[in-house]
Every structure is written in structure tokens, then in C-alpha cells.
Nanobody, 120 residues
Framework: QVQLVESGGGLVQPGGSLRLSCAAS????????MAWYRQAPGVQRELVAT???????NYADSLKGRFTISRGNAKNTLYLQMYSLRPEDTAVYYC??????????????WGQGTQVTVSS
């Protein structure tokens, strides 16, 4: 079993910055792609950004230039640096990982989510 635990969410004023973290642990042989998703109330969950094991990144068009996805040196940690936050960025942010487990099979995992609220 693999656990993804997000942290770093909270309340921030418009124009502010926030850094989310996601730590992966458990029966991990290797972590392949990782991603951040978000879901606002009454809205379908949407992709924020992805990063491959090789470090290639991809972003939702509307977020390019304001959000940066990265992985830690140990590769089991995922980050999302968010700048110039807007009220419409308010959502629960979820960590996602594609993991090759110790049994050799590939599985998808989700974190429990962390709330980001942008409000004055």
C-alpha cells in the first residue's frame, strides 16, 4: 500500500503565494508520473500540472506562469509552488501518483487533499 499525504494548504490573500507538498510512502519500487489536481465546490476535478520521473512538466493552460510543479531530490516528494493567487484558485488540491509497487505492478494513488482558500 502507498500513502500520499499533502500539506501546505491554508488561507491566503489574493496576490499571495503558497507552496503545497506531497509526501509518498509505503511499498514503492518507483514513482513514475506525479500530478496535482484541484476541485472547487460544484466543479469537476481538474488537472493542474504533471511531472514525469524524468522531470518533464506540463501545466493547465490557464495556470502557466503562476504555478510551478517540482519533485524533491528523493523523488518521493512533490511540490506545487503557487504565485499571484486568485479567489478562483480556491479549491481542494489533490496529489496523484503513478507508482510501480514492490510487486512489479503499476497503480494509481490519490492523496486526501488539502484546502486552499484565497480570500481577503
Amino acid at each position: 500500500q502507498v500513502q500520499l499525504v499533502e500539506s501546505g494548504g491554508g488561507l491566503v490573500q489574493p496576490g499571495g503565494s503558497l507552496r503545497l507538498s506531497c509526501a509518498a510512502s509505503g511499498s514503492i519500487f518507483s514513482i513514475n508520473a506525479m500530478a496535482w489536481y484541484r476541485q472547487a465546490p460544484g466543479v469537476q476535478r481538474e488537472l493542474v500540472a504533471t511531472i514525469t520521473s524524468g522531470g518533464s512538466t506540463n501545466y493547465a493552460d490557464s495556470l502557466k506562469g503562476r504555478f510551478t510543479i517540482s519533485r524533491g531530490n528523493a523523488k518521493n516528494t512533490l511540490y506545487l509552488q503557487m504565485y499571484s493567487l486568485r479567489p478562483e484558485d480556491t479549491a481542494v488540491y489533490y496529489c496523484f501518483a503513478v507508482v510501480t509497487a514492490s510487486d512489479g505492478y503499476e497503480y494509481d494513488y490519490w492523496g486526501q487533499g488539502t484546502q486552499v482558500t484565497v480570500s481577503s
